[in-house]
């Protein structure tokens, strides 16, 4: 354990080097150093505080740019709406201005009509009445004759249940038949393995 060995306090004083057994002496900061430290701490913090300011200003008014847009616009559309609604007004106006007229006008006509052309209308009224009348009656009496007519149609072309039965007799017997072959078919091919 000496000079030479590596692990130990005096080895490593002899090369020079420090690990478990030689520990470094921690320097002590000057002054100065902490001095610049500080300068520097409080540099960044001012600078940080200058550009998260500005960044504060440019928010606020592109903030109060959109504000006033915002409000510039609901004016446009606030106006937009009050002028459809003069117009809407207007024309709502006109429309019961002619209406009036009209109906004024009908009045005239009908105070100038002689008693007699306005009997001569009611009857002309009345008769056309009669007619669509007399007319849904035919109808309406058509339409029993007509079911008759294919009432009797589907009884002639329905068949009568004997001739069902046989039908289905037949079908039974041509079923088996075509079993049995079947089964005489099968009974052959196992005789032949």
Same mark, same amino acid.
């Given at each position: 354990m000496g000079k030479g060995d590596i692990k130990t306090k005096r080895g490593k004083i002899v090369r020079g080097t420090y690990g478990v057994r030689r520990k470094r002496e921690k320097r002590k900061e000057t002054v100065m150093a902490v001095k610049a430290k500080e300068?520097?701490? &409080?540099?960044?913090?001012?600078?940080?505080?200058?550009? &998260?300011? &500005?960044?504060?200003?440019? %928010? %606020? #008014?592109?903030?109060?740019?959109?504000? =006033?847009?915002?409000?510039?616009?609901?004016?446009?559309?606030e106006a937009e709406v009050e002028a459809k609604a003069k117009v809407k007004e207007e024309a709502e106006a006109k429309v019961k201005a002619e209406v009036k007229e009209e109906a004024e006008e009908v009045k005239k006509t009908e105070a100038e009509k002689k008693p007699v052309e306005i009997k001569k209308e009611?009857?002309?009224?009345?008769?056309? %009445?009669?007619?669509?009348?007399?007319?849904? =009656?035919?109808? #309406?009496?058509?339409?029993?004759?007509?079911?008759?007519?294919?009432t009797a149609v589907k009884?002639?072309? %329905?068949?009568?249940?004997?001739? =069902? =039965?046989k039908e289905t007799v037949v079908k039974k017997a041509a079923e088996k038949k075509s079993e049995n072959k079947a089964k005489k078919d099968g009974s052959k091919e196992s005789d032949k393995d």
């Open positions: 300068a520097k701490a &409080e540099a960044e913090a001012k600078a940080k505080a200058e550009v &998260e300011a &500005e960044v504060k200003v440019k %928010e %606020e #008014a592109k903030a109060e740019v959109e504000a =006033k847009a915002k409000v510039k616009e609901e004016a446009e559309v009611t009857e002309e009224k009345k008769i056309a %009445e009669k007619k669509k009348a007399t007319a849904a =009656k035919k109808t #309406a009496e058509k339409k029993p004759v007509e079911k008759k007519k294919e009884k002639a072309t %329905e068949k009568k249940p004997v001739e =069902k =039965k």
